[in-house]
Structure formats: structure tokens, C-alpha cells
């Protein structure tokens, strides 16, 4: 069986990188999704999916082999793209102005679109149910992933694991990262408005300053994270906007802070919350001023379930070779795949995108990203096979 998805994925190869090349040429923005989405739904239809529709406006589903008996995996891409003006001579380099798939999620779509018609093809094969997910705005709070679960996407059928696999530049086309437990960050952004009352410099009785007060908080927020937080467990927390607006010789009545929180532990994150709003409020008072916390909650921490991610790891090694598989550490940046994962067992995986040869190395988020597109035929025949595995397992 290994070697038939091997040729499936190897047969389909040109029509993945025409899909993502065709994807990449037309990105839209989270929520906006919709010729992306009009272009997948007619993919599904194509390939002959069950139940192709759409889902939460821009998300898109559909069923393959519906039995009754056996497990239901969900198999997840997301679909939006970035505000990044894309830095490229590629002929799919992006048509729309200030848009671009600089996150890779033109490649998840495509690989999934494969993986979706190979299963398809071996559909009578499969001993249980396959639901494939493209969810809109993973870039954007509050993310497409509440809507989709809101709507239902994780009932009829119940959905036993999910899978879904991020590209990843650091890692060389060919390779695959894993890890077992706590994974990807929540991240949490606030912002802080400090007030006191301005005036004259040179008059500080008269002056409740809250440049000062501001100080304070941000040296007493880093307290937080150095005397606070269990040290094995991750906790981010920076503050990258400060405006105060006084001059050399005026303090302002106001100043506002802006940060972010990230952590990988759910209930850790809910403490660190709770203590970051009592500490910068009693502190503010404590020195005569007032501070009121606007938080902007992000995505919860991404947990990769340790059965059914200890298997996947094992599939992955029947597919690309125990040698190319690398346990990967905590990753900081967050992903609202989170809230699956909170709900039922999954397992999110990095697909290496990397090549040194072909000089393909720059960051996701950047103007000039791109990827290897050797790793698109890896990534779909291999999401077909863990799905494949997984259902008879
Ligand atoms: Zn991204
Ligand atoms: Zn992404």
C-alpha cells in the first residue's frame, strides 16, 4: 500500500504545484476567502466528494467514503493570506496588490486538494470516514476555527482526530517535525492605558506622572514571567508600543502601553492573565494614578495528543524514513488549529520547505518567502497515507 501512495502523489505531482502556484497568484485575505473558496469547493465537486459545502462563509468541506463503522478524521488546511506586498519575479508571484501567501497556505490547500483525490481514488479502501476542512483566517483574532466548530464541523460524523501540517523554512524539503504534548503558544495582546495628571516638568508636586507609573509597570510585568512562571514552561511577554504624548519639558495626563503574552499551558495562561491585570492596576493606584487593561484574548496553547501523535510519528517514519524525521521543540508562534485541539485529539505537524540549493530559506511572514515545491508532492501523499493509517489502525 505504501508504494501505491507513493505513485498517487507521484502522478499528481504537477497538478499540486499548478494548484498552489494558482492559489499563490490569488491570495485573500482572512474572512475574505472567496474566490479561494469557490475555486476549492469546484475541486471537491470534481474529485467527487460527498457533502461539499460551504461553511462559516468562507470555509470549505467535504466527505470521502461516509461509513458508518471505523473512525472520522478531520483533515485541516487553512486558506488565507497576508498583508505583505510579495517581494518576487516568480511568474505565480501574487496578482493582487498587497497580498500574498506569505504563510504557506497556498501549499496546505493544494497538498490537501491531493490528498483529498488520492483517498478518493482508494476511497473503498479506507475503513472509515474522512471529513476534509478548509478553514478560512487562521491569520486574523478571532480566527476561522471558532466559527467552524460553532457550526458543527466536529459533529455528524463525530470526529475522532484531526491532522493538519504547517510548512516550515527551517527545515529541509524532505524532512518533518514532530512533537508530542504542548506545542505552539496561546497569544494574548493587551493594551494599558495609564493615567495620572500632566503638567509642567519642573513642577512635579503638582504632577501625578504617568510616564513614571508607566516605568514601573513595564519592569514590574517582566517580574511576571522571571519570578512567576514555572521556568519549564515558556512564557513570552513584551511590550512593543509605548506613546506618551508629553514633550522634554510637559508630562502628558495619559500614556498607553501595548504588549503581547504568549505561553504554551493552558491554565498558566489564565493565572498569568489574572495576575497581569491586578498588578498594573494596584500599581497605578499605589502611586496615585489609575490603569485600565484592554485585553484582546488570542489563541488557547496547541496540545498534539501523545497517542494519537506517538502513531502519526510512526506512520510518518513508514513514509519519509526514520532518518527524516525531527523532534521538533515548542514552537512560539500560535495557531487557532488550537481550539480543535483542545476539543478532540489531534496532531499538528511542520512539513520542512527548506533548500539550500535552490536558496529557498527566507522566514514565513516575510515579503520574499517561498518554498521548495518538491515538499508539496511529500505533504500530500503523506497526509493521504497518515489518514490511511490512521483509519485502519
Ligand atoms: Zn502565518
Ligand atoms: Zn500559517
Given at each position: 500500500?505504501?508504494?501505491?501512495?507513493?505513485?498517487?502523489?507521484?502522478?499528481?505531482?504537477?497538478?499540486?504545484?499548478?494548484?498552489?502556484?494558482?492559489?499563490?497568484?490569488?491570495?485573500?485575505?482572512?474572512?475574505?476567502?472567496?474566490?479561494?473558496?469557490?475555486?476549492?469547493?469546484?475541486?471537491?465537486?470534481?474529485?467527487?466528494?460527498?457533502?461539499?459545502?460551504?461553511?462559516?462563509?468562507?470555509?470549505?468541506?467535504?466527505?470521502?467514503?461516509?461509513?458508518?463503522?471505523?473512525?472520522?478524521?478531520?483533515?485541516?488546511?487553512?486558506?488565507?493570506?497576508?498583508?505583505?506586498?510579495?517581494?518576487?519575479?516568480?511568474?505565480?508571484?501574487?496578482?493582487?496588490?498587497?497580498?500574498?501567501?506569505?504563510?504557506?497556505?497556498?501549499?496546505?490547500?493544494?497538498?490537501?486538494?491531493?490528498?483529498?483525490?488520492?483517498?478518493?481514488?482508494?476511497?473503498?479502501?479506507?475503513?472509515?470516514?474522512?471529513?476534509?476542512?478548509?478553514?478560512?483566517?487562521?491569520?486574523?483574532?478571532?480566527?476561522?476555527?471558532?466559527?467552524?466548530?460553532?457550526?458543527?464541523?466536529?459533529?455528524?460524523?463525530?470526529?475522532?482526530?484531526?491532522?493538519?501540517?504547517?510548512?516550515?523554512?527551517?527545515?529541509?524539503?524532505?524532512?518533518?517535525?514532530?512533537?508530542?504534548?504542548?506545542?505552539?503558544?496561546?497569544?494574548?495582546?493587551?493594551?494599558?492605558?495609564?493615567?495620572?495628571?500632566?503638567?509642567?516638568?519642573?513642577?512635579?508636586?503638582?504632577?501625578?506622572?504617568?510616564?513614571?507609573?508607566?516605568?514601573?509597570?513595564?519592569?514590574?510585568?517582566?517580574?511576571?514571567?522571571?519570578?512567576?512562571?514555572?521556568?519549564?514552561?515558556?512564557?513570552?511577554?513584551?511590550?512593543?508600543?509605548?506613546?506618551?504624548?508629553?514633550?522634554?519639558?510637559?508630562?502628558?495626563?495619559?500614556?498607553?502601553?501595548?504588549?503581547?503574552?504568549?505561553?504554551?499551558?493552558?491554565?498558566?495562561?489564565?493565572?498569568?492573565?489574572?495576575?497581569?491585570?491586578k498588578l498594573v492596576t494596584f500599581l497605578a493606584e499605589s502611586m496615585g494614578g489609575t490603569?485600565?487593561?484592554?485585553?484582546?484574548?488570542?489563541?488557547?496553547?496547541?496540545?498534539?495528543?501523545?497517542?494519537?501523535?506517538?502513531?502519526?510519528?510512526?506512520?510518518?517514519?513508514?513514509?519519509?524514513?526514520?532518518?527524516?524525521?525531527?523532534?521538533?521543540?515548542?514552537?512560539?508562534?500560535?495557531?487557532?488549529?488550537?481550539?480543535?485541539?483542545?476539543?478532540?485529539?489531534?496532531?499538528?505537524?511542520?512539513?520542512?520547505?527548506?533548500?539550500?540549493?535552490?536558496?529557498?530559506?527566507?522566514?514565513?511572514?516575510?515579503?520574499?518567502?517561498?518554498?521548495?515545491?518538491?515538499?508539496?508532492?511529500?505533504?500530500?501523499?503523506?497526509?493521504?497515507?497518515?489518514?490511511?493509517?490512521?483509519?485502519?489502525?
Amino acid at each position: 500500500m505504501l508504494e501505491k501512495f507513493k505513485l498517487l502523489a507521484s502522478a499528481e505531482r504537477e497538478s499540486c504545484i499548478a494548484i498552489r502556484r494558482h492559489l499563490h497568484a490569488h491570495p485573500e485575505l482572512s474572512f475574505q476567502e472567496v474566490e479561494t473558496a469557490s475555486y476549492i469547493y469546484n475541486m471537491l465537486v470534481s474529485f467527487g466528494l460527498d457533502e461539499v459545502s460551504m461553511i462559516g462563509d468562507t470555509g470549505v468541506t467535504g466527505i470521502i467514503g461516509g461509513k458508518e463503522e471505523g473512525k472520522a478524521i478531520l483533515l485541516r488546511s487553512d486558506m488565507d493570506a497576508l498583508p505583505i506586498q510579495e517581494y518576487s519575479s516568480e511568474i505565480y508571484s501574487s496578482q493582487n496588490q498587497g497580498v500574498m501567501h506569505a504563510c504557506g497556505h497556498d501549499a496546505h490547500m493544494a497538498m490537501l486538494l491531493i490528498a483529498a483525490k488520492i483517498l478518493m481514488g482508494l476511497k473503498n479502501e479506507l475503513q472509515g470516514t474522512v471529513r476534509v476542512l478548509f478553514q478560512p483566517a487562521e491569520e486574523r483574532i478571532p480566527g476561522g476555527a471558532v466559527k467552524m466548530i460553532a457550526c458543527g464541523i466536529l459533529k455528524n460524523p463525530t470526529i475522532s482526530s484531526i491532522i493538519a501540517q504547517h510548512v516550515i523554512p527551517d527545515l529541509l524539503a524532505g524532512k518533518i517535525g514532530i512533537k508530542t504534548g504542548k506545542f505552539m503558544a496561546s497569544s494574548d495582546e493587551f493594551i494599558l492605558i495609564v493615567r495620572g495628571k500632566g503638567g509642567h516638568a519642573a513642577m512635579p508636586e503638582t504632577l501625578i506622572d504617568p510616564v513614571l507609573i508607566a516605568g514601573h509597570i513595564i519592569v514590574a510585568l517582566q517580574q511576571l514571567v522571571s519570578r512567576n512562571a514555572n521556568p519549564k514552561i515558556p512564557t513570552i511577554l513584551s511590550i512593543g508600543k509605548i506613546i506618551g504624548m508629553g514633550t522634554a519639558n510637559v508630562i502628558p495626563d495619559e500614556v498607553t502601553l501595548e504588549g503581547t503574552l504568549r505561553t504554551v499551558d493552558n491554565e498558566w495562561r489564565e493565572i498569568v492573565l489574572q495576575r497581569l491585570q491586578k498588578l498594573v492596576t494596584f500599581l497605578a493606584e499605589s502611586m496615585g494614578g489609575t490603569c485600565v487593561v484592554n485585553l484582546k484574548r488570542g489563541y488557547p496553547c496547541l496540545q498534539n495528543d501523545y497517542k494519537l501523535t506517538t502513531r502519526i510519528k510512526e506512520f510518518i517514519s513508514e513514509y519519509v524514513g526514520a532518518e527524516n524525521v525531527i523532534d521538533a521543540d515548542i514552537w512560539m508562534a500560535a495557531d487557532d488549529f488550537a481550539y480543535y485541539s483542545n476539543l478532540v485529539p489531534s496532531t499538528y505537524y511542520l512539513l520542512g520547505t527548506q533548500s539550500q540549493d535552490k536558496e529557498i530559506t527566507t522566514r514565513l511572514h516575510t515579503p520574499t518567502f517561498d518554498l521548495d515545491e518538491n515538499s508539496l508532492e511529500i505533504g500530500a501523499g503523506l497526509m493521504a497515507w497518515l489518514t490511511y493509517r490512521e483509519l485502519i489502525t
